[in-house]
């Protein structure tokens, strides 16, 4: 407005300011608009004088806020497309990244976290993931809240993704990143409430590592940024978790017995903690009838995706097996067993069912070398 009326003095006074105000503001999509629009009416207030404009500078500020802004909408595309079955005409995809190949953004606060977010969310290779680590820790202070909380959640979804396919030294990595984003529990979710399935997955993944003093203060304290609606149910799938990994399994068959989840994802986890801690209070005969159940369920429920059933059926298939051998006393059942699940390609609970057969077989072991009965001979090492 100052220098459409020629006011010259007052624009430059008024520049130093908006520079200023630039300098200290957060990246976001906005920040690269207001940065081109000001550059663009610095140039035409230096076309009136000696001073040559800066136009080199006003076309590459144009530059990044288009990949800013293109690069937001290819990440929501994708997330999209990984969430339902649909696919999108990404318009100037691969021009953009060939594009960026000659081009520095490496001091870039969006494009440098959107070309990780991007590639991360495309490729699922892990050399993204750590990549964002990186660049969120160096533009960390450029970086608003629902940013910041935007990356965690892509950092988690990838970290689940991995621990469901058996890369295990995810759990601890995935702790260590919620540790450090819900840092003294003091951190506002942006998004106005937590989203259910995320909060049940950082508290299983930390009550899976024993975290229990830190997952109980987590569940105090973020429980309450849930929807109103799904607070008791989400404590009550929360808390099953707990209790299970603390061995406290009557526990937490009182809490998965309120359970009454609407998410086909929280329903099948919801059976599976009871299907465990069945196993593991030794309520065989029962189980039989819990895990027919299981499987009708799989079959009748039409809306479960091909990924869930492929990491589920498995558990369903080798558990049955692994009661049914331990009903009927069958030794060598279960180590062919042991040996037939070993070499099967990784599915949800795999460690689980191997741990419960090497318990199994070792007490056998004991039991056979105190007493010195006859009969069937463990062979050492079979089951380690």
């Known amino acids: ?30 920040y690269y608009e207001l940065r081109f629009k000001y550059t663009s009416k610095l140039n035409g207030y230096l076309s009136d004088k000696v001073n040559i404009p800066d136009y080199q500078k006003e076309i590459d500020e144009f530059i ?53 977010l991007v590639n991360l969310t495309k490729t699922q290779d892990e050399k993204y993931f750590y990549e964002l680590i990186k660049v969120q820790e160096k533009f960390y202070k450029k970086l608003t809240p629902l940013y910041l909380y935007n990356v965690f959640v892509t950092l988690a979804d990838f970290s689940m993704n991995k621990i469901s396919k058996g890369d295990i030294k995810y ?10 984003y819900f840092k003294d529990f003091k951190t506002k979710i942006e998004t106005g409430y937590l989203n259910p399935v995320l909060f049940s997955s950082i ?73 465990m801690n069945f196993f593991e209070l030794g309520y065989h005969i029962e189980l039989n009838s819990l895990l027919d159940s299981f ?37 060598e059942g279960v180590e062919l067993l042991f040996k037939k699940i070993d070499k099967t390609e990784y599915f949800v609970q795999k460690e689980w069912i191997k741990r419960k057969i090497t318990e199994f077989l070792n007490k056998k072991k004991k039991k056979y070398s105190l007493n010195k009965k006859p009969g069937y001979v463990l062979q050492p090492g079979s089951y380690n």
């Open 295 to 331: 499987k009708h369920f799989f079959h009748r429920e039409k809306s479960i995706g091909e990924t869930l059933r492929k990491r589920n059926l498995p558990f369903i298939k080798y558990i049955s097996e692994l009661n049914h051998f331990i009903i009927k006393d069958d030794v």
């Open 1 to 30: 407005l100052l220098y459409d009326r020629n006011l010259s003095d007052a624009f430059r006074k008024k520049s130093v300011q908006i520079e200023k105000l630039l300098d200290e503001s957060f990246h976001h999509a906005e």
């Open 171 to 180: 759990k601890k990595i995935y702790f260590d990143l919620t540790k450090k």
């Open 64 to 116: 990044e806020e288009f990949i800013v802004i293109i690069f937001h909408l290819y990440h929501r595309l994708l997330v999209t497309q990984n969430i339902v079955n649909v696919s999108f005409n990404l318009r100037f995809y691969d021009s953009v990244f060939e594009f960026l190949k000659s081009f520095d953004f490496s001091n870039n606060t969006l494009i440098s976290l959107y070309y990780n």
């Open 203 to 275: 508290v299983r993944n930390a009550a899976s590592l024993k975290e229990f003093e830190w997952v109980e203060s987590f569940i105090s304290a973020y429980s309450v940024q849930l929807e109103p609606d799904q607070i008791e149910e989400s404590l009550n799938y929360a808390y099953a978790d707990v209790e299970f990994s603390k061995g406290n399994f009557e526990k937490s068959l009182e809490y998965i017995y309120k359970v009454n989840p609407v998410k086909v994802s929280m329903k099948i986890n919801s059976k599976k903690i009871q299907i």
